[in-house]
């Protein structure tokens, strides 16, 4: 059985800077592509990056540009997304999400295993 559970999420200052995690269990890490996605309040779920099997990564061209890194640690099975500078309009809950495949996807329908999510609230 897959699990992905995220953590790290809560509330922040503008221009603070959190980082979540997820952890996954039940599926080969190593050979599965890890993203984060998030969704703010009436709006649709959205592409933040994505950590390959191989630990390379990429980020959404226009969402948090510069400001986040996605990392992973084999031997703990957790995906990192490190937020900076973080601003009101990335108040959402953030999820991970778990490919059956080594290249990650922007496509939310991409991917099969998601986790509960974790909320983030970023306050002026």
């Known amino acids: 059985q897959v699990q992905l559970e995220e953590s790290g999420g809560g509330t922040v200052q503008a221009g603070g800077s959190l980082r979540l995690s997820c952890a996954a269990s039940g599926l080969s890490f190593g050979s599965s592509a890890i993203g984060w996605f998030r969704q703010a309040p009436g709006k649709e779920r959205e592409f933040v990056g994505v950590s390959n099997w191989s630990g390379t990564t990429y980020t959404a061209d226009s969402v948090m540009k510069g400001r986040i890194t996605i990392s992973r640690d084999k031997d703990k099975s957790t995906v990192y997304l490190q937020m900076n500078n973080l601003t009101p309009e990335d108040t959402a809950d953030y999820y991970c999400?778990?490919?059956?495949?080594?290249?990650?996807?922007?496509?939310?329908?991409?991917?099969?295993?998601w986790g509960q999510g974790t909320q983030v609230t970023v306050s002026l």
């Open positions: 999400a778990a490919r059956d495949h080594p290249y990650g996807s922007r496509e939310v329908a991409d991917y099969r295993y």
